[in-house]
C-alpha cells in the first residue's frame, strides 16, 4: 500500500503532538497488522514493513510449507510454494505479500480504531514525558475556565489545573488573561498527565528572582532559603560568590527595578532580602530585620534561640500576628522565642532566686550555675554529676549532694516562679497530712454535739417560765425612773451654782 501524504502526515501529528515519529510508525504498523489479522485470521502469521523514504506500508503472511496441509492460515503445500519460490521446500517458511486493499471496509474501521487509540495513548505520555522534566520551572499560559474554584490553565501541548488551594489571596482571573506559575507536580493518571501548577509556593519567588536577577542565573548569587506568607509578606536568604558582588543590591537592582517587577507580579506581595551568614547567630539577626538584637542565646541540642531586644523593638521583632518572627523561624530552621530586655531580666532574677534556694549554693555558686546554663534547681536536679562539677569546681561528691538537694526540692514542688525557702515548704507539706487526720475526729464529735442538743432544747421551757418573773421586775425598775428624774433637778441647779462660784473668786476688773 502506496499512501503519497502517510509521510508527511506523520510528520505533522509528530510536530503538532510532541508525539516521535518512531511511536506514531509502531502505531501504523499494528494497525495495520490488525487489520490483516481481521481479514486473515487471528492465527495467522503477520508482519507489517514501513519505508520511511517512500511511505510504502508492506504487508506480509508467512506460511510454512508441509506434506499435508491441516490448517490453511498457517500452512502451505509444496506445489503451492514453489508458485512463489521455486526454491522452496518442505519446511521452509515462505512470506507472502498481501495486497491491503483486500482487507475491506471493516479491517480498515478497525485499523483507524487502533490508530486513534495509540495516538491517544502516545500523547498522554508525550505530554508526561514532556512536562515532568519541567517540574519545579514557572510556565506561562491561558486561563481557559473556572470549574468550582479551580482555575483551567492552557499551557499549549496540555492543559493544567491552579487548585483554589495554590492560588494568592484576593487574586482574580478572566477567561483569556495571561497567568504565570509554577509548576508544583506531574502526575500521570489514567485519563492523561495532569499538570498541578502553584503560586503560593515558596519556590515561586525563588524562580522568579532567578529569571529577573541575571546574577542568579549565572550562579554569582545564590538563593539559601526562602520563607512565604502568599500575598502579605515573603523573607528570601541570598549570597554571593563574589567578594565584590552585593547579594542584596543585584536582588533589588537599580532604583528597586528588579524587586518591583517581582512585586507587582505578586499583586504588591512585600519582600525582605536577607544576606544569608554562616554564622546562625548572624543570620538569625539579620533575618529579624529590622529590629536591632540585643543578645542571642543558643541552644544547639534543641535548634532553638533566645533572641532579647530592647523594649522598643519587640513589637517590630515580633511583627503583626508574629509574622516576622515566624517568616524567621521558617527561613533559618531555627525555633526563635523573642523577648524584651526587662522580660529576660525578670527571667534571670527568678533563676538566682530559684537556684539560691538550693541548700548550700552561695551567691558565686549561683553565678557560676547560671552561666553554665542551669537556670533553675530543676535544672540541677537532672545535671549530670560530671558537667555540674566542672561548672562549680566542686568534687564528684559534692556534685552528687547538690544534685540530690535540688531533686529534694524538686519533690517537694517548689516552683521556678515563686521559690520558697526549703525549711518552710516542708514543714507546710508535713503538716497537711496531720490537718487531714484531725478532720474525722471532728467529724466523729459532731454526732455527741447533736445529741446534746435535745437536752438543751429541753431547758428552754424553764427559761421560758423564768421571763414573767424578769418581766414582773420590770415595773420596779421603772417605778425607779422618776425619783431619778426628781433628783436631777436638784444636782443641775448645783451644777449650775459651781460657774457662780467660781466667778465670786475672780477679781473684778477694777480691783
Not at 522534566?133 to 506561562?140: S, T, V
Not at 533589588?252 to 554564622?279: A, Y
Not at 442538743?453 to 420596779?476: G, L, R, V
Request: some cysteine; overall charge negative; hydrophobic content about 35%.
Amino acid at each position: 500500500m502506496l499512501i503519497t501524504d502517510i509521510k508527511r502526515v506523520i510528520e505533522q501529528v509528530s510536530r503538532e503532538k510532541g508525539i516521535n515519529i518512531e511511536v506514531l510508525i509502531t502505531t501504523l504498523k499494528e494497525a495495520v497488522e490488525s487489520a490483516a489479522k481481521k481479514k486473515l485470521g487471528t492465527r495467522a502469521d503477520v508482519e507489517v514493513h514501513y519505508d520511511e523514504k517512500s511511505g510504502e506500508v508492506e504487508v506480509f503472511q508467512f506460511k510454512e510449507i508441509v506434506a499435508d496441509v491441516d490448517d490453511p492460515n498457517i500452512e502451505l503445500t509444496l506445489k503451492e510454494g514453489q508458485k512463489y519460490d521455486p526454491a522452496c521446500e518442505v519446511g521452509d517458511s515462505l512470506g507472502i505479500k498481501i495486497d491491503t486493499a483486500e482487507f475491506g471496509r471493516i479491517a480498515a474501521q478497525s485499523a483507524k480504531q487502533v490508530i486513534i487509540q495509540k495516538m491517544k495513548e502516545a500523547e498522554r505520555n508525550a505530554v508526561y514525558e514532556n512536562f515532568i522534566h519541567k517540574k519545579g520551572e514557572i510556565i506561562n499560559g491561558i486561563v481557559q475556565r473556572i470549574d468550582r474554584g479551580n482555575i483551567i490553565v492552557n499551557l499549549g501541548q496540555a492543559e493544567a489545573v491552579l487548585t483554589s488551594r495554590e492560588q494568592m489571596p484576593r487574586e482574580t482571573y478572566r477567561r483569556g488573561d495571561r497567568i504565570r506559575a509554577y509548576i508544583l507536580d506531574v502526575l500521570e493518571e489514567a485519563r492523561g498527565a495532569q499538570v498541578i501548577l502553584s503560586r503560593t509556593h515558596p519556590e515561586f519567588i525563588a524562580k522568579l528572582f532567578a529569571t529577573e536577577v541575571p546574577e542568579i542565573a549565572e550562579g554569582i548569587v545564590s538563593i539559601r532559603g526562602t520563607a512565604r506568607e502568599a500575598g502579605v509578606r515573603s523573607k528570601i536568604a541570598v549570597s554571593s560568590t563574589d567578594s565584590d558582588v552585593d547579594p542584596v543590591g543585584a536582588c533589588v537592582g537599580m532604583r528597586g527595578n528588579r524587586v518591583q517587577s517581582i512585586v507587582q507580579e505578586l499583586r504588591g506581595e512585600k519582600i525582605d532580602i536577607v544576606p544569608w551568614n554562616p554564622d546562625v547567630a548572624k543570620f538569625v539577626c539579620n533575618a529579624l530585620a529590622p529590629a536591632e538584637i540585643a543578645r542571642v542565646i543558643i541552644d544547639e541540642d534543641n535548634r532553638s534561640m533566645e533572641v532579647i531586644v530592647p523594649d522598643d523593638f519587640l513589637s517590630i521583632a515580633i511583627g503583626k500576628n508574629g509574622q516576622n518572627v515566624r517568616l524567621a523561624c521558617r527561613l533559618t530552621g531555627w525555633h526563635l522565642e523573642v523577648m524584651s530586655e526587662d522580660e529576660y531580666s525578670s527571667e534571670l532574677k527568678q533563676g538566682y532566686d530559684s537556684l539560691m534556694t538550693i541548700p548550700g549554693v552561695s551567691l558565686a555558686m549561683a553565678e557560676k550555675l547560671f552561666k553554665g546554663g542551669f537556670s533553675s534547681f530543676k535544672d540541677v536536679s537532672m545535671a549530670n554529676c560530671g558537667d555540674l562539677a566542672q561548672v562549680t569546681d566542686l568534687d564528684e561528691t559534692e556534685a552528687e549532694q547538690l544534685i540530690e538537694n535540688a531533686k529534694t526540692m524538686t519533690g517537694g514542688g517548689q516552683k521556678n516562679e515563686a521559690p520558697q525557702p526549703v525549711e518552710e515548704a516542708s514543714s507546710a507539706a508535713a503538716g497537711t497530712p496531720e490537718t487531714q487526720d484531725e478532720m474525722p475526729e471532728e467529724q466523729d464529735e459532731m454526732p455527741e454535739e447533736q445529741d446534746e442538743m435535745p437536752e438543751e432544747q429541753d431547758e428552754t421551757p424553764e427559761e421560758q417560765d423564768e421571763t414573767p418573773e424578769e418581766q414582773d421586775e420590770t415595773p420596779e425598775e421603772q417605778d425607779e425612773t422618776p425619783e431619778e428624774l426628781e433628783e436631777t433637778p436638784e444636782e443641775q441647779d448645783e451644777v449650775l451654782d459651781e460657774p457662780n462660784q467660781a466667778s465670786d473668786t475672780e477679781p473684778e476688773p477694777g480691783e
